[in-house]
C-alpha cells in the first residue's frame, strides 16, 4: 500500500529495495504536476486551452493561437487559471471568450452552455437592425423565421432590413 493511500498496485519489490521506486506512480504525477491540480475538472480545460493556442501540432492550433489568441500571462499558472474560474463551472459546462478575437484571461472568459458557445463562432453572420445587434440563430428565434430562411436571403444578397423584415410566405 502506497502512502497516499492506493491500493492494489504492483511494483517490483527489487526497485522499493533500492530505492529505484518510490511510490505507486503518485510521487512522480506529484513531481511533474507542481501546481497539485492534476486530476480536478478544470486541469483538462486549462490544459487544452494551453495547447491549442501555443502548441503548433494541435489541430486546432490555426484558429487559436495562429490567428494570435493567447493566453495571459497569469493563467500560464494553472493554480491561477483554477483560482479565476472555479466560481460558476459546472459539469458540462466549456470555457467561453466572450470577445471572440480576444485572448483567454478572467475579463473575457466565462462558463457557458454548448449552445451559448455556439453563438460566439468568429464565422457567425452577426446582423444589427433596429438598435438590436445578435447572430443569424438568435434573429431567426427572434423573429420566428427559420435560419435557413434567414441564410438563403443573406445569400441572395439581400440587405439586412430586408432580410430581417420581410415577413415569411406561408
Known amino acids: 500500500r502506497c502512502d497516499c493511500g492506493s491500493e492494489n498496485r504492483f511494483v517490483h519489490v527489487g526497485g522499493l529495495r533500492n530505492g529505484e521506486i518510490q511510490s505507486c506512480g503518485c510521487l512522480h504525477k506529484e513531481r511533474v504536476t507542481k501546481h497539485g491540480a492534476w486530476g480536478t475538472p478544470l486541469f483538462p480545460v486549462w490544459k487544452a486551452l494551453m495547447s491549442r493556442c501555443y502548441n503548433e501540432s494541435d489541430k486546432r492550433y490555426n484558429r ?31 470555457i ?12 473575457n472568459c466565462r462558463w457557458a452552455t454548448r449552445a451559448e458557445q455556439n453563438r460566439n463562432y468568429s464565422r457567425n453572420i452577426v446582423l444589427t437592425h433596429e438598435g438590436k445587434t445578435m447572430c443569424l440563430a438568435d434573429w431567426a428565434v427572434h423573429l420566428d423565421i427559420t435560419y435557413g430562411t434567414l441564410w438563403d436571403r443573406i445569400d441572395r444578397g439581400w440587405t439586412t432590413e430586408r432580410t430581417l423584415s420581410t415577413p415569411v410566405k406561408r
Do not use: P
Not at 96 to 107: E, F, L, P, V
Open 64 to 94: 487559436y493561437g495562429g490567428r494570435g489568441i493567447t493566453v495571459c500571462q497569469e493563467w500560464h499558472d494553472v493554480g491561477n487559471f483554477i483560482a479565476d474560474m472555479t466560481q460558476g463551472y459546472s459539469k458540462g459546462l466549456t
Open 96 to 107: 467561453d471568450r466572450i470577445d471572440n478575437d480576444a485572448g483567454y484571461s478572467k475579463g
